[in-house]
């Protein structure tokens, strides 16, 4: 049997696309854009104090953080549900197009729910700032077009929601590994973060080997957490 095609992942994501923003679910969409970028807005206008650019730099974290991190946890459970999508609609799907199908789909529809919140969270933030803020301003601040965080510091913003996104999926796939196995893994990638801060106080170390330590450290365990999940999900599906 064939063990990937694009056309079928594509099929699938589109399928996904559908359950999520689709079949009456609009209303319910659009109610959970406003709720999250209003609280969101709030929260972090309480927290930043007098401080606009913080509030809006904290505002951009969370929107990116949120938005792609539950889109891939929703996900993740269509996949492991037996009443999932893959039963819904009968698709001949396999694992590996379903999974290359999982981050594809996160970023699609964490972008297009990313961009729903930025257009709300924009318009609160506009009626907010004469209120909560005294900085003077030269025109409109807007949410990810200088407000905040420039475009380098956002798109690692996302590279860290991914990240982090799938080493949750790696805990909630746990019991699929030894307990040994997966501790040793967890224990070993703590310490590959820890010891570069350790060697910089004790040794004199400078800053910027931690910052190049840390990225060759974060791409090893990416392909470390991306084998361990696929190797979870065959274990699930073969169960």
Do not use: H
Request: charged residues 15%; contains cysteine.
């Amino acid at each position: 049997m064939k063990s990937f095609a694009v056309k079928e992942m594509w099929k699938f994501s589109l399928l996904q696309l559908n359950e999520m923003f689709c079949y009456g679910k609009k209303k319910a969409f659009i109610q959970l854009l406003f709720l999250r970028s209003f609280s969101i807005c709030v929260i972090c206008a309480l927290v930043s104090g007098d401080s606009l650019k913080e509030c809006l730099s904290l505002i951009e974290q969370l929107l990116i953080l949120l938005s792609y991190y539950f889109t891939f946890w929703s996900l993740v459970e269509n996949m492991r549900n037996d009443g999932g999508l893959i039963n819904k609609f009968m698709l001949p799907v396999t694992l590996a197009e379903k999974y290359v199908s999982l981050f594809f789909s996160t970023f699609l529809i964490g972008t297009v729910m990313l961009l729903g919140c930025a257009i709300l969270s924009n318009i609160f933030m506009q009626l907010a700032i004469p209120l909560l803020f005294t900085e003077e301003t030269n025109g409109p601040v807007l949410l990810f077009l200088g407000g905040g965080y420039g475009l380098k510091q956002l798109m690692l913003q996302v590279v860290i929601a991914f990240y982090v996104a799938l080493w949750t999926l790696v805990v909630m796939l746990r019991k699929q590994y030894s307990k040994t196995r997966f501790w040793l893994i967890l224990v070993l990638c703590v310490l590959s973060y820890v010891l570069p801060v350790l060697c910089m106080y004790g040794l004199g170390a400078p800053k910027s080997i931690i910052k190049y330590t840390w990225s060759i450290v974060s791409v090893v365990w990416s392909i470390v957490a991306v084998v361990m999940t696929y190797k979870g999900f065959r274990k699930l599906e073969f169960r």
